[in-house]
């Protein structure tokens, strides 16, 4: 199994879980099961090098000593001490991510140092960072953090690759309550989330985007797609990436839970979503309120009228893309998103004035919303996995047909005579991939688009047990014999794929 981020964290889990087992069976005090942790996270980022590790301790001292100055200073002073952290963060963030975009010359200079020292997370940790910033200062929460609490929700190292992002609110206050026993049922939501996760990353998202990432190197090198190509491609890699991300939530959730700690919710069932406003409801959901709470009210949210609302969606959206990645195609594709959320909010105010109340809530116009939904963010995709703006461009020049469609040679057989009339076929020389390759992954998105279309999502199987402030009622999982033999055979299933094949970096890995 190659070794990265994911097997790394497959095969430390029962590490440091066996410790808070120890400490917790001989009543350790709260301060040093939480040094424990501290250690656990650190010595987990340590796979990416000692010299990343140091930078982010540096990071963490500094960023913490602010923090108190913060909390102790005049009106003034905050703001002084407020702002150098945010220029730190920022400042770090846009060093290792990007200075090649921004300045390809100095990026070319320090790329072979810069590569020894980048934390691992660091987008995600800048954001955990940014939060405890602007909590503290605007009075959120009501002192700064002691510094292993603070070492802890940072490093925390189930959500430090990869997120979800945690609040000071939603993590600070469990820190402080390590000591509490795990119970039996925590263990096995956690350890069903775990391999729920892995599953999805092994059995599905791994085989979707292993045909998505040759076709996008072939368009990246000028090769032309059909329009099947192209619309497969782009729907084999939304769910591949939707498991993907949503299946290493469900590890580092699980993983969390294993030890005592819950983190937020960040997957909902996205593709289900009757609009672009749902959509970011139910998608990254962390990610979406840091944006609304710390980026979108900020610059005026929808206290200022409609121009103020529709500019601030598109600079935070932009920023969104931006974040994600340093290129053009990053920003392009959060640009979108924000047009789309302009334009979803635009017709929400026009709606009930244009169509009768009947059809609003009729189910049909449910189903041809969620339709028109999924569409819209199709055509975003492209810009989000090709390798450039004009590879991006290529593919939704073939998914919308603008020079006709394109299928391929091996599809001659299945013409007949189409050929002339309201739409121009043509014969494209040869597939990207196989024909057998297609059919196979064809089979997997099939079951992809059914899980992500009816089954019942992670959240909402264990809602009382991932949501942070449910109460504490030991209520019993709903489980029966069968469920058993279907854990029983996933687990087969998923190791034995593990094992056999391997798994690739998690794609958030990346971001």
């Known amino acids: 199994m190659p070794f990265n981020s994911f097997s790394y964290l497959l095969v430390f889990l029962p590490v440091a879980c066996g410790g808070f087992w120890i400490f917790r069976s001989r009543?350790?005090?709260?301060?040093?099961?939480?040094?424990?942790?501290?250690?656990?996270?650190?010595?987990?980022?340590?796979?990416?090098?000692?010299?990343?590790?140091?930078?982010?301790?540096?990071?963490?001292?500094?960023?913490?000593?602010?923090?108190?100055?913060?909390?102790?200073?005049?009106?003034?002073?905050?703001?002084?001490?407020?702002?150098?952290?945010?220029?730190?963060?920022?400042?770090?963030?846009?060093?290792?991510?990007?200075?090649?975009?921004?300045?390809?010359?100095?990026?070319?200079?320090?790329?072979?140092?810069?590569?020894?020292?980048?934390?691992?997370?660091?987008?995600?940790?800048?954001?955990?960072?940014?939060?405890?910033?602007?909590?503290?200062?605007?009075?959120?929460?009501?002192?700064?953090?002691?510094?292993?609490?603070?070492?802890?929700?940072?490093?925390?190292?189930?959500?430090?690759?990869?997120?979800?992002?945690?609040?000071?609110?939603?993590?600070?206050?469990?820190?402080?309550?390590?000591?509490?026993?795990?119970?039996?049922?925590?263990?096995?939501?956690?350890?069903?989330?775990?391999?729920?996760?892995?599953?999805?990353?092994?059995?599905?998202?791994?085989?979707?985007?292993?045909?998505?990432?040759?076709?996008?190197?072939?368009?990246?090198?000028?090769?032309?797609?059909?329009?099947?190509?192209?619309?497969?491609?782009?729907?084999?890699?939304?769910?591949?990436?939707?498991?993907?991300?949503?299946?290493?939530?469900?590890?580092?959730?699980?993983?969390?839970?294993?030890i005592g700690i819950r983190l937020p919710v960040n997957f909902d069932a996205p593709y289900r979503s009757k609009s672009i406003v749902e959509f970011w409801r139910r998608w990254h959901i962390t990610l979406s309120s840091f944006i609304r709470d710390y980026l979108y009210i900020p610059l005026g949210g929808n206290r200022y009228g409609k121009i103020r609302q529709y500019t601030a969606l598109l600079i935070a959206m932009t920023l969104a893309g931006l974040w994600h990645g340093a290129g053009w195609t990053f920003i392009c594709w959060g640009w979108l998103h924000g047009m789309l959320l302009v334009i979803n909010h635009g017709w929400r105010g026009m709606r009930s004035r244009v169509l009768p109340s009947s059809w609003i809530t009729a189910g049909w116009y449910a189903g041809i919303a969620r339709l028109l939904t999924l569409f819209c963010l199709l055509g975003t995709w492209p810009f989000f996995f090709a390798p450039s703006m004009g590879a991006a461009l290529s593919i939704v020049r073939s998914m919308v047909a603008v020079s006709g469609i394109a299928l391929p040679r091996q599809m001659a057989s299945f013409l007949g005579g189409i050929g002339s009339g309201f739409l121009s076929f043509t014969l494209q020389n040869q597939l990207v991939v196989s024909l057998s390759q297609w059919v196979s992954v064809g089979a997997v998105i099939v079951i992809a688009l059914f899980i992500a279309a009816f089954v019942p999502s992670t959240t909402s199987l264990f809602q009382k047990w991932l949501t942070l402030h449910s109460d504490q009622e030991q209520v019993a999982l709903p489980l029966r014999p069968f469920h058993a033999i279907f854990f029983a055979l996933l687990t087969v299933g998923t190791f034995t794929m593990l094992l056999l094949h391997g798994s690739p970096q998690f794609l958030y890995f990346t971001f």
């Not at 934390?119 to 940790?125: D, E, H, K, R, V």
């Not at 009075?139 to 992002?165: K, V």
């Not at 989330?193 to 892995?198: A, D, F, Q």
């Open 27 to 258: 009543g350790i005090s709260n301060q040093w099961m939480l040094i424990w942790l501290c250690c656990c996270s650190l010595f987990f980022s340590l796979q990416v090098g000692m010299g990343a590790v140091l930078v982010l301790l540096l990071s963490i001292v500094i960023q913490w000593f602010l923090l108190q100055r913060i909390a102790r200073s005049g009106t003034w002073m905050r703001r002084v001490w407020f702002v150098t952290g945010l220029i730190l963060v920022i400042g770090l963030l846009a060093l290792v991510k990007y200075v090649d975009f921004l300045a390809p010359t100095v990026g070319a200079v320090i790329t072979p140092w810069r590569r020894m020292l980048v934390p691992l997370g660091i987008s995600f940790i800048s954001f955990q960072q940014i939060a405890w910033l602007v909590d503290l200062y605007r009075g959120t929460i009501a002192s700064a953090p002691t510094f292993f609490s603070y070492l802890a929700h940072i490093t925390f190292f189930p959500s430090i690759a990869a997120g979800p992002i945690s609040r000071p609110g939603e993590l600070s206050d469990q820190l402080f309550r390590l000591t509490k026993r795990v119970s039996a049922r925590e263990a096995c939501v956690g350890f069903f989330l775990v391999l729920l996760g892995t599953a999805q990353k092994v059995l599905i998202a791994d085989t979707l985007i292993s045909l998505t990432v040759p076709v996008a190197e072939a368009v990246g090198r000028g090769v032309h797609l059909s329009f099947l190509e192209a619309w497969g491609t782009t729907i084999s890699y939304a769910l591949g990436l939707l498991f993907d991300f949503s299946g290493y939530t469900d590890v580092a959730i699980g993983s969390a839970l294993l």
